[in-house]
């Protein structure tokens, strides 16, 4: 992986995190500018010696810098706000699974389904073969189908924990006693990856997520098999 990709979002599988990165840059495009602006006016102010002993006040200047940090707020809050709430909008979800985090391994159920639910441990580095990712891979993935809308249920039997997958544009709370809930809908097949993004203890760093995404008529099949 280059270094300049180092710096940059995962590439978007999901229509949340197309829209996460949209705004990113739209309002990295408004900050560059105010920079832009601000460093200009810094320079010009040490560059000449402009003075003039007899301006008291300047209402029209005034106006205009009160108004445009303003305008510039708004057209960052607006597009923020839509976000907000799509990523806390549930359409109609196909299937419910339901994550628990645990110290340092995370549990699955899947509601909709009689008796699936496993434990997903990371995988020992000894155990790990040809072209595995080292502590990102599980021993039980969670398999699910692309283009169907997905309720996630969140919750934790000890701390809190964090079931991050950036990709997705997903990262909920896992707390203890609560039941959070987030939306997947992932837009093609593909091996999908994420952590714990919450600070859980000494073993924090070591309860990846691995998500599969296959077609309906493969999740069938595996759920047959399961």
């Known amino acids: 992986m280059s270094t300049w990709m180092m710096f940059s979002f995962q590439d978007s599988v999901s229509p949340l995190m197309e829209h ?10 408004i900050i560059m500018m105010i920079t832009l602006i601000v460093f200009y006016m810094m320079i010009s ?8 002993r007899y301006l008291l006040e300047g209402q029209m ?3 205009i810098w009160t108004i445009m940090p303003a305008l510039m707020l708004i057209f960052i809050a607006f597009p923020s706000l839509r976000i907000l709430y799509l990523l806390e909008e549930t359409n109609l979800p ?3 699974i339901k994550s628990i985090g645990h110290q340092w391994y995370w549990s699955y159920e899947y509601s909709d389904f009689n008796k699936i639910e496993f434990d997903s441990y990371m995988k020992p580095t000894n155990d790990l073969e040809m072209n595995d990712f080292r502590l990102l891979e599980t021993d039980n ?3 699910l189908p692309f283009n169907t809308n997905i309720r996630m249920l969140f919750t934790s ?4 924990h964090s079931w991050t997958i950036p990709s997705l544009g997903i990262k909920v709370d896992c707390s203890p006693g609560r039941i959070n809930q987030g939306t997947i809908n992932i837009s093609r097949p593909g091996m999908y990856f994420g952590q714990c993004s919450e600070i859980c203890g000494s073993n924090h760093s070591f309860m990846p997520i691995c998500l599969e995404s296959i077609n ?3 999740f ?3 759920l047959i098999l399961y």
Request: proline share 0%.
């Open 20 to 29: 996460l990165i949209m705004f990113h840059d739209h309002s990295m495009m």
């Open 45 to 52: 102010l040490m560059v000449n010696k402009f003075v003039n």
């Open 61 to 63: 200047i005034e106006l």
């Open 94 to 96: 196909v299937l419910t």
């Open 141 to 143: 993935k969670i398999v």
């Open 157 to 160: 039997s000890d701390v809190i």
């Open 216 to 218: 309906m008529k493969s």
């Open 220 to 222: 069938t099949n595996w």
